[in-house]
């Protein structure tokens, strides 16, 4: 996914660098008018890529269906966010794929990369190292160290493929969160009048941790023990 892309030549650079590794799914935000001969001339046999790209109005919306977003920037910001480095990046994706998830990675525009309201739609930041004060690649080279990665990666197999390992969709996190704050109320734990910050502090526990299937089993069951105690 790339930000505002100011110049044809890296949008087709880009594409290039996704297709040697196997990717193709290329998402532009408010590119430029990317579509001409130097565009192609640098797509060099990846202009498929280059025709099918989708693009949208701001990233959130191009964001909208992912359930992985990791951001890159060139350098290390000051906001407590985690990190990754390409290859912890690339790991990350693998598990997510694996588990059906939808992965994206955010690349920001060649001058200010991204903006502090495009970071807050990440999970984490990927930093690809290099020497001390010349920090900042050319974009499609930083997309393709990313591309390498996440190739390398895809062909290994450290991915876990156990069911119970799965992912649960967001409903039944909903549904987790309406049992948690209804026993946090019948503890006395919980205000319904007066929610304060509670269930922002669990959603964000909880949505941080990802829970698998298993995991979300055994949640639900200690609620549902607790609930038992009650009658
Ligand atoms: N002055 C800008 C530089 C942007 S470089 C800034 O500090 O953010 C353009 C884009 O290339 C960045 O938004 C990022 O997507 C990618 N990029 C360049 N260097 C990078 C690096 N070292 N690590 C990760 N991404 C990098």
Redesign the pocket.
Known sequence: ML?ETSHPGNIGAAARAMKNMGLSKLLLVQPCDYKNNECYARASGAEDIIDTAVVFDDLASAVAESTLVI?????LRSLAWPQLNPRECAETVAVHSNQSGTASV?????????SNSELALCSSL?????VAGF?????A???Q??AYELMMVSSSETVREDVDELPVPQSDMERFYEHLFSVLTFVGYHDPDNPRQLPLRMRRLFNRAQPNRSEMQVLRGFLAAVEKKRR
Do not use: K
């Open positions: 930000v951001g890159t920037s060139a350098r955010v690349f920001g525009r060649e001058r200010s990369g991204l990927l930093h690809i190292p290099t920090s900042s690649l050319n974009v080279a930083a997309v160290v990313v």
